[in-house]
């Protein structure tokens, strides 16, 4: 085991030994670049120092000697001495960047005697003393963790006593009689000497860097974020010779991104301070400057920097963020990372760079962060605006994008100030369906309850409207039109904007930005629409959301939900009667009046399709979710009550009767999906029926219709059987009746487990499969989603007893494994069925990519997220990249 | 393709050929018994029937036409013929016996010229123009539907010309007029002649025969019963030559069963009638006469009786059930078939046919209807009493057994009325855990909702009270203290019996008879231990319940539920206060009271166990079901509104108000089992304490306590290990403070999906896996029992869309698919894993088999269907029987 690397010795594409920082110093060393000389001590030794109880073992002390005096050597400089002292750095760094990790320890080296030392070979005695009291304050605060408050006292009443404000204008004696004070600070707050040994200095820093690892915070975001040794296991130590921006007027300290981050455009993007050191650039005592004014400023510095952040892209490949000192005109790199960019950025980026050579069109693609694209379809909210906005709460961000409107608590006024050009953010405890009216008209919804899943959250996300649920500490107070959250009062009429992306709900209109849908993106949708392997459909109900989706890329639509089309206005009173029939005749009576509506529906939006497969689901929720909500009706009955009875009352006494027969302990795992299709076969024979005589009659227009019809619910072959024999009948009829042979393909969702179980023989009788993984997971975990996520899906996420919420990203153990056991059983009993997915997940980076691993044909999501499914599908269909190479392996 | 075979010819062991009359016929000939010459039409030909069209292929009929030349040729007889002529009867036969299949046609044969011959062979002119009339009758009626009271009334008519009262009274000349108005009668409703040609006839019955196996009741039938083609395919045709036992005096008709079904009591058992046709003791015109009458009365036939008897059980090792018929002093067997007899009388022939060295003790156990055993452990309802009692309603038979009591409606006063004495039916709309304390004091419970896993069911099923629940039409009015069904209305204090094996209800109070548990039934059970491979244990929560389980033979405990002992009313008040309490502190602080109680219970049911294990499960429910519900408490609030507000009301608002923050959407996939075990770690850490202190200090005083610990709901590796680290520390903790290296094995149960996919995992963590297969068949089916069991399973099962309801048989191809993949992967994983099965399915005989096929180690059943798993483990142990040999192989 060789516990330290020289820059010039360690792999620069090695986090895992040298961590993120190592590795780059080593990788910027070997390129030539001019880096002051250091070593890296490996997370290897850290672990070692673990093994052997937080004990640093005399071996690494012994090679930390020898690299001391090797450095001593590069630079000509002594450790320790007054003879032009060696004085160094020392950064934490792990393979990833985490809080909690030791901050760097600047002038490490420095002690009484050094002090002199660096006095007279800077020529600058202030210089040398003010570095020694920063490292007295740095190490104090750093490694032994005491109070910092207590040497700015020191420093302020220095500055008192010299009767001066800033701290550069303390002059020598001052400052030595501080580092004096310091010292004393310290050993009354240790118990021990400040160490002047700059051994013994460095042996403490090693210490503090590798406890730092084991710190509390350290520790909690690793297992909230999943890191697990196989990611990060350990930190690495930088030790490097000091150089100093601060030296005078041609010494200066900057961080630059070799390209905008925000925009992608290619120019250096970041700042510069003369005479400085890197933390005030953070610390905002001066004002530093925009990068572009050093071409004027330091013009020969300029170009080298201009030069540096060249050779680091092409080397990198990738947009770089870096650290640089320049130290009595002397240029030197501390630091490179990859940049982090938002999405435009990120689209912009990867165009150039192809166009530029640097990389090709399939790293183009590699590069992008698939998730954040949803950030270009949408409006966001600008972050200058959210600084200094007011929080209202904080739900969960159920369909992204931003909007402001006025606050409104109920429908009917939604729906009346929304159609009359108000923008509205509807508030409710909850939706049903008879509330989708008020959606369309509203900007935005709010709920208190539910999850992504609820009602508001799936239609909302359905036409791209920003929706925010589960703002649970929001108290809605719909009778006086107000609510109440930690701090705010919102009345009727306060302005509010929603951001679906965060979950958080401010106060007043801020600043929005627009979408962008650049010529970029679509050539990066082009690249990777050539690339992938799996279809991408929409998840659409609507002739809206449909064209919006072949805009954005969709080849077909994978998901209509028919139960929708119910919820309009002019229906959904249909849709209740036909509920409240008391015989079969009656409610055919009523079926025909709807299939006249849904045929129209379904031609409306197979025309939207033409040419493009469009999966048609039919019925699927249970029939009590159109019925009135029985908390509400029973107030409503309590009101009523007090008045003379009515015929209206009877009537509404008689649905709720019927709401209550209907009603379910367990709804999500009751009478709906195919289970209704089988009570009351006419319902779903109308359906079928209306699918037909809308394809039969587009096709005699000429219009390519491509319609598919998918069963929900199923779980055995004899419910699937029970629903083809209709089908079979109603395409005879069908065939008869308009001399027709059109060809509309009837299969199954798969979204119950037994389903998954039987999948050999549920693919003999059907021609298609579609996953439904959001229903599958809850019934894999046995997790009801509009429970679980407002209850204990966070701590469970806190405490690391799941990895990633399921309901988001496929959960591969458990709901995969079945989507595996299911499609390889389907494709053993019939080659060629299609297998797609019509989940949420479909619109998961992650997910696809094991969709793509298991062979889905397509996946299918909501419009905005077509681009996101198109990459992420080309990524999978990639795979990682092969791996930068390095001249050095491993180390020498 | 033969499609004949004389009785001498046919295997008796081929019923799906020659059907289940056919066999038996075919066996008794070639045993030498006196069965009337004849033959069978093979299920073969009527399958070509249907291949042709439903036409009798020529072929066919040639086949018959030898056939009957052949019988002519044996009987001395001459078809259709003045001429000593041949008669025969005419019988459907399949494989099963089924409804809605041809009736028997007699004296086929007959026509204007043979019964001229049969008067002059018999020497009775009124019997034959008797035979040709009832020919005339039946042939219309069977194979032409003709409305039988047509002839009917000319009888009458004729009694009436003739001023008699008896058919019998009726002169030859009468009946020969008769014969002549049943021809017209015949020829006006069919538009034809009667056929008076003898092989006509024949032809006709054949055809009405093969057409009756598609007839609708049939059809329906078969798809009800599942009969599918494999099990029976076709009916078989017997043509047997006529013998008489209404030729006088010294002829009879009777039939016999070679034991008592009703007790198992080694006597013959049966009716006959001197002088009558088989139908005739059907009819009851006249009064049949006991079996035992015979001896005195026709002593040389009774012998031969006996003897014939005897013979056939040798024979077919079973007891028969046999029709026979004595012709002018020779003895006829028509018909046998194994005896159906009661689980009493099965236990009973068992034991007695072992003694006789008739079967051995495997066929013993073979023979036996395991799901029927239960019967002798609970208090049934006399038949004789139900059919004139008043039927008051009828819902799901949920716990077995006869219960009679006064109706009660609230549950304080079922309490108190039931501890001071009086027999109690406990009647609500559903049950909650606060009202367990009544379930105690009552004799019976009945509900108006929920499905075999309500509450009330479970918990009266673990008590072994009768109860039914789901009563739908039962409505209730507990204000007014009386409940309403179809037609009869219940007031507090009526009597009441409950049929817990068929969900009715009557008034009054019924006959019931106390269940036995007799010396041969232990003696069965005691063999069946020896045999079986399959452990069993009980579920069990009180140490009453796990006596009594220990009694019938229970080897263990496989789940102990500890929700259960918080209802006691000495503790539901401090589990409340739990989940009341604001902060963890307060929480701990009652939850240690709860620890002692714990403890107590845990103390009593290891002893009671003492030697064997007991598997107790960690708090399962979620805590909002032990709050008051929901509707209830508002209607309550509602009445507490209209008085001045108290400090009881405020925590009563306050109690209603956590109730609703628990409330969930799903409860049964919600916060519940190890969910709140990870939420609340204190709950599950006092319960686990709990157990260790009861079990050591047992052993301390020499007492062997073997607990195991289960945990809930884990649907992931990370969960479990959650609950095995604090496990571990508790066991750390009890070894230090009580010096004692007690072990208890610490396992999971499988019953969420998820979990039985990641077994191989799971089953490195814990010690013991246990099948909650209730759970798990909802999960896999996405069916919420307590919506679907009185919702739509019902319509599914009609429809034949599912075969049997997998709450009752584990469901093969889907739950039993996921027991497979998990209890695979768990042995893969470690090899001496235990794996049991603790849900419902743990008393049914073939998901016992199931378990045994797969290899569980033990099944966990309610107490009373202890012996049912015994028997059935053994069952599945031996296998099915070797198939009966018979000298014929497929024919001749």
Chains 1, 2 share one sequence.
Request: some cysteine.
């Amino acid at each position: 085991m060789k516990p330290i690397y020289f820059f010039e010795e360690g792999s620069g594409t090695n986090r895992q030994l040298l961590g993120g920082k190592g590795a780059g110093l080593c990788e910027m060393t070997q390129m030539g670049l001019p880096v002051p000389p250091g070593f890296v001590i490996t997370t290897e030794a850290c672990r070692q120092y673990y093994a052997s109880d937080r004990k640093v073992p005399a071996s690494l002390l012994e090679h930390v000697k020898n690299s001391i005096s090797k450095l001593e050597k590069k630079t000509g400089k002594t450790w320790g001495s007054r003879n032009n002292p060696l004085l160094v750095s020392v950064r934490s760094g792990a393979a990833i960047s985490m809080p909690g990790m030791m901050d760097t320890i600047l002038n490490l080296g420095l002690n009484d005697e050094s002090v002199d030392g660096l006095a007279i070979s800077s020529g600058n005695r202030h210089f040398a003393w003010d570095s020694y009291r920063r490292l007295i304050q740095l190490f104090a605060k750093v490694v032994f963790g005491i109070d910092g408050q207590l040497f700015e006292d020191a420093i302020e009443a220095a500055k008192r006593a010299n009767k001066v404000t800033l701290d550069s204008e303390l002059g020598d004696s001052t400052l030595k009689q501080l580092v004096g004070t310091f010292k004393e600070i310290f050993a009354k707050q240790t118990k021990r000497e400040f160490p002047t040994n700059a051994s013994e200095q460095l042996e403490l820093a090693i210490t503090a860097v590798f406890d730092s690892w084991m710190g509390e915070r350290a520790v909690i975001y690793r297992e909230k974020n999943g890191i697990t040794p196989d990611i990060a296991d350990g930190t690495a130590i930088n030790v490097v010779t000091m150089v100093f921006g601060n030296r005078g007027g041609n010494s200066a300290t900057g961080v630059v991104f070799t390209r905008n981050p925000g925009t992608g455009l290619k120019h250096m993007f970041g700042e510069y301070l003369v005479n400085a050191q890197g933390e005030d650039i953070v610390a905002g005592a001066r004002t530093p400057k925009q990068i572009s004014v050093m071409r004027k400023e330091m013009p020969k510095m300029y170009a080298k920097l201009e030069a540096t952040c060249k050779q680091l892209e092409s080397n990198f490949k990738e947009p770089q963020d870096i650290e640089f000192t320049i130290d009595d005109g002397n240029f030197y790199l501390l630091q490179t990372r990859n940049a982090k960019m938002n999405a435009a950025a990120m689209v912009k980026t990867s165009i150039d760079m192809v166009s530029e050579g640097l990389i090709g069109r399939e790293d183009a693609i590699r590069r992008i962060d698939a998730h954040n694209l949803e950030q270009l379809l949408h409006r966001t909210i600008d972050s200058s605006a959210t600084r200094s906005a007011t929080k209202v709460t904080t739900g969960i961000g159920a369909s992204p994008g931003a909007a402001h409107g006025v606050a409104v608590f109920d429908v009917a006024r939604a729906t009346s100030m929304g159609e009359s050009g108000t923008s509205v953010i509807l508030i409710r405890d909850e939706t049903r369906p008879e509330d989708v009216p008020a959606f369309f008209a509203s900007a935005g919804i709010l709920t208190s309850r539910g999850g992504k899943t609820s009602h508001a959250a799936v239609v909302a996300r359905g036409m791209g409207k920003p929706c925010i649920v589960g703002a649970s500490n929001l108290k809605i107070h719909a009778d006086s039109r107000t609510a109440t959250s930690e701090s705010v009062k919102i009345r009727e009429g306060d302005m509010l904007t929603l951001d679906g992306n965060t979950g958080i709900v401010y106060a007043d209109q801020l600043k929005t930005n627009a979408p962008k849908m650049t010529r970029d993106f679509k050539t990066i949708l082009g690249w990777a629409r050539a690339i992938k392997k799996t279809g991408v459909r929409a998840n659409a109900d609507t002739p809206d959301a449909a064209r919006l989706a072949r805009e954005f890329g969709a080849e077909g639509i994978g998901l209509c939900r028919t139960e929708r089309m119910f919820n309009e206005s002019d229906r959904i009173g249909l849709f209740v009667d036909m509920i409240m029939a008391k015989t079969t005749e009656k409610r055919k009576e009523i079926l025909a009046k709807l299939e006249t509506l849904q045929r129209n529906d379904f031609t409306k939006i197979l025309r939207a399709m033409e040419g493009r497969p469009v999966t048609i689901r039919l019925l699927d929720p249970p029939l009590h979710e159109f019925l009135p909500n029985r908390a509400e009706f029973s107030e409503r009955l309590a009101k009523l009550a007090k008045i003379k009875a009515t015929k209206k009352l009877e009537q509404e006494k008689e649905v709720q009767r019927r709401a209550l027969e209907l009603a379910e302990v367990n709804p999500m795992m009751g009478h709906r999906g195919v289970r209704v299709g089988i009570t009351f076969p006419e319902i779903y024979e109308m359906q079928i029926r209306a699918v037909f005589e809308a394809a039969i009659s587009l096709s005699k227009k000429k219009v390519r219709a491509m319609p598919q019809i998918m069963v929900p619910q199923v779980g055995s072959v004899a419910e699937f059987m029970f629903m083809r024999n209709i089908y079979d009948r109603i395409r005879e009829e069908m065939s008869k009746k308009h001399k027709s042979n059109i060809s509309i393909a009837f299969g199954t969702m798969i979204e119950v487990v037994r389903a998954a179980l039987v999948s050999d023989k549920l693919a003999k009788a059907a021609e298609f499969f579609s996953f439904g993984t959001n229903d599958l997971t809850q019934a894999t975990f046995s997790f009801s989603r509009e429970d679980v996520e407002s209850k204990f899906l966070p701590e469970y996420m806190a405490k690391d007893l799941i990895e990633t919420n399921p309901f988001q990203s496929i959960d591969v153990s458990g709901v995969g494994a079945l989507m595996q056991i299911s499609t390889k059983a389907a494709r053993a009993a019939k080659s060629n069925i299609e297998v797609g997915i019509c989940g949420e997940h479909g619109g998961d980076p992650s997910s696809i990519a094991f969709c793509h691993k298991i062979g889905i044909n397509y996946v299918s999501a909501s419009p905005h997220r077509i681009p996101i499914a198109i990459v992420a599908g080309a990524q999978a269909a990639l795979g990682p990249a092969k791996p930068r190479t390095s001249k050095k392996k491993r180390g020498a």
